[in-house]
């Protein structure tokens, strides 16, 4: 409230917790038009939990893995099984599901939502098919699983990218993305990452917030 003077600095909060996790979380937690709650203890939990936990963790952990045990460059993709393609399908499928939400019903916050979806699935899929266990009895395999990893975070850092344009052209950046290649249009098999492409070295995204009050 104006009149109360306890109007929340936009600008300190940009300080404390940066610019993309600010947009993303009034983003999330706020439906369009409509009035929402604000806490500190709500920001740093969607920063924690949705950022550094849930995407953040998922990049750093295929990055890597891929920088240790691949050569530092996208694995050539094998057969793929049903488990695979599905998740793949889910990928290429979140424009085709958000855009209806964006231009017919202005709801962001169940865009975030039905990308986090995506998010979540990648996670379990990675806890699934262990790459690290496959790195001792089935390179073929473990290189197909990590090449659809890796075309999923394209997927996301792609939808995602207007929402949190700064870190998610950091997060393309490590996939070696052109500039002109982070649009919507690309979101599509024929536009798949190719193998043996070489990505830099991995770097966190979302580092945990750790209060120090």
């Given at each position: 409230?104006?009149?109360?003077?306890?109007?929340?600095?936009?600008?300190?909060?940009?300080?404390?917790?940066?610019?993309?996790?600010?947009?993303?979380?009034?983003?999330?937690?706020?439906?369009?038009?409509?009035?929402?709650?604000?806490?500190?203890?709500?920001?740093?939990?969607?920063?924690?939990?949705?950022?550094?936990?849930?995407?953040?963790?998922?990049?750093?952990?295929?990055?890597?893995?891929?920088?240790?045990?691949?050569?530092?460059?996208?694995?050539?993709?094998?057969?793929?099984?049903?488990?695979?393609?599905?998740?793949?399908?889910?990928?290429?499928?979140?424009?085709?599901?958000?855009?209806?939400?964006?231009?017919?019903?202005?709801?962001?916050?169940?865009?975030?939502?039905?990308?986090?979806?995506?998010?979540?699935?990648?996670?379990?899929?990675?806890?699934?098919?262990?790459?690290?266990?496959?790195?001792?009895?089935?390179?073929?395999?473990?290189?197909?699983?990590?090449?659809?990893?890796?075309?999923?975070?394209?997927?996301?850092?792609?939808?995602?990218?207007?929402?949190?344009?700064?870190?998610?052209?950091?997060?393309?950046?490590?996939?070696?993305?052109?500039?002109?290649?982070?649009?919507?249009?690309?979101?599509?098999?024929?536009?798949?990452?190719?193998?043996g492409l070489e990505l830099p070295k991995p770097k966190a995204l979302?580092?945990?917030?750790?209060?120090?009050?």
């Open positions: 409230s104006k009149s109360l003077g306890n109007v929340i600095d936009p600008y300190e909060l940009i300080d404390s917790y940066g610019l993309d996790p600010m947009r993303y979380f009034m983003i999330r937690e706020v439906p369009f038009g409509q009035d929402g709650d604000f806490s500190r203890k709500a920001m740093i939990g969607r920063l924690n939990s949705d950022l550094a936990n849930d995407l953040g963790n998922l990049a750093q952990r295929v990055l890597s893995f891929i920088h240790k045990n691949a050569k530092g460059r996208v694995p050539e993709k094998g057969i793929l099984t049903k488990v695979d393609e599905k998740m793949l399908e889910t990928a290429y499928d979140i424009v085709k599901k958000v855009r209806p939400l964006v231009v017919q019903d202005q709801a962001l916050h169940r865009y975030a939502e039905v990308v986090w979806q995506v998010v979540s699935a990648a996670n379990k899929y990675v806890d699934a098919q262990q790459p690290w266990a496959l790195y001792k009895v089935d390179l073929a395999r473990m290189n197909t699983v990590l090449y659809v990893l890796l075309e999923v975070i394209r997927c996301i850092g792609l939808v995602i990218k207007p929402i949190m344009p700064g870190s998610m052209d950091k997060l393309l950046e490590l996939l070696s993305i052109p500039e002109k290649y982070r649009t919507f249009d690309t979101l599509t098999a024929e536009h798949a990452l190719k193998p979302f580092p945990r917030y750790v209060s120090t009050s």
